[in-house]
């Protein structure tokens, strides 16, 4: 009875948390506020968690995870592809990995709303410049690699992949953001991957 009452306020404390982040953001949810919401004391709030950061993690991680996961996932595929000179199938992965990655956060899409624009103070701050530089790590192997077999495609610099990287994670996220249906997201996705597929083919031929 004890623990089912200790998991109550648990999941209580982490809806209304969810609630106030939604509505003010990190930095200006108050935790006065989600305590009184959720009809606890500050104290029994610190029987759950260390703070409010810790809070803001427990509702957002488990999408912040997946979304990370998936990255490596193509991630390991895009560089065997092209280490394996398959530079077609490293474009369809791209195509692929960004529809499959849009229709997740589509179903998140609150989280992934949170996690963009309102982790300001939060250790979650600029997920979506962590999200960028993961990128141009991979990005720049791929390139380390095809060059030492092929030097003929244009040399891009780390900052050049910076600024490609960033604006299709912008992009992803405004079709995420801005599509009504999961019919709306897959033709905006789809959109999305084709314009930077065909502008890495042109400039990286992959």
């Known amino acids: 009875m004890i623990r089912s009452s200790f998991d109550d306020t648990h999941a209580k404390i982490l809806d209304c948390g969810k609630k106030h982040f939604l509505k003010n953001g990190f930095e200006k949810a108050g935790l006065r506020d989600i305590c009184k919401d959720a009809g606890v004391t500050t104290g029994a709030f610190y029987r759950h968690f260390n703070d409010k950061n810790e809070l803001f993690e427990a509702i957002v991680s488990p999408v912040a995870n997946k979304i990370i996961d998936n990255f490596f996932k193509y991630e390991k595929i895009s560089i065997n592809g092209i280490r394996t000179k398959q530079n077609e199938k490293v474009a369809e992965v791209h195509v692929d990995g960004t529809i499959e990655t849009a229709m ?14 309102g982790s300001f103070g939060s250790s979650y701050a600029n997920f979506l410049e962590k999200l960028t530089e993961m990128e141009d790590g991979t990005r720049i192997k791929m390139q380390e690699i095809y060059s030492d077999t092929d030097d003929s495609q244009e040399h891009i610099s780390n900052k050049g992949f910076h600024i490609i990287n960033h604006s299709h994670f912008l992009a992803l996220t405004e079709a995420v953001l801005h599509s009504e249906n999961k ?13 930077f597929s065909g502008g890495w083919k042109t400039v990286r031929g992959y």
């Open 104 to 117: 997740f956060l589509f179903d998140n899409k609150e989280i992934y709303a949170l996690l963009i624009n």
């Open 183 to 195: 019919e709306e997201l897959i033709d905006h996705a789809k959109l999305v991957s084709r314009f």
